[in-house]
């Protein structure tokens, strides 16, 4: 059975720093292709980052500078440390793993960042 576990999330201040962690199972996680994704209220969910086998990595211009997506294969853990967050970055943050046709998703992770 495939899993993909974020947390991480939570309630942070602006300014403020989080890490999240997606933990998989039931996959050749090597083999795959990962992303966060992220959705605010009313809105579409984006891609925020991702990260292939070959560790080509690609950010969406809002999150450039301020985020670090990486991968431990021995783990087969996903992780993205946020930094400096705003308002803007409140949502729900998915995790995302492709591989050929298999498409997988997370349960989601609720970050919020206010004062």
């Known amino acids: 059975q495939v899993q993909l576990v974020e947390s991480g999330g939570g309630l942070v201040q602006p300014g403020g720093s989080l890490r999240l962690s997606c933990a998989t199972s039931g996959i050749a996680f090597s083999l795959y292709d990962l992303g966060w994704y992220r959705q605010a209220p009313g809105k579409q969910r984006e891609l925020v980052a991702d990260?292939?086998?070959?560790?080509?990595?690609n950010y969406a211009d809002s999150v450039k500078g301020r985020f670090t997506i990486s991968r431990d294969n021995s783990k087969r853990t996903a992780y993205l440390q946020m930094n400096s967050l705003n308002a803007e970055d409140t949502a729900v943050y998915f995790c995302?793993?492709?591989?050929?046709?298999?498409?997988?998703w997370g349960q989601g992770t609720q970050v919020t960042v206010s004062s």
């Open positions: 995302n793993a492709k591989w050929r046709r298999n498409n997988y």
């Open positions: 990260i292939s086998t070959g560790a080509t990595i």
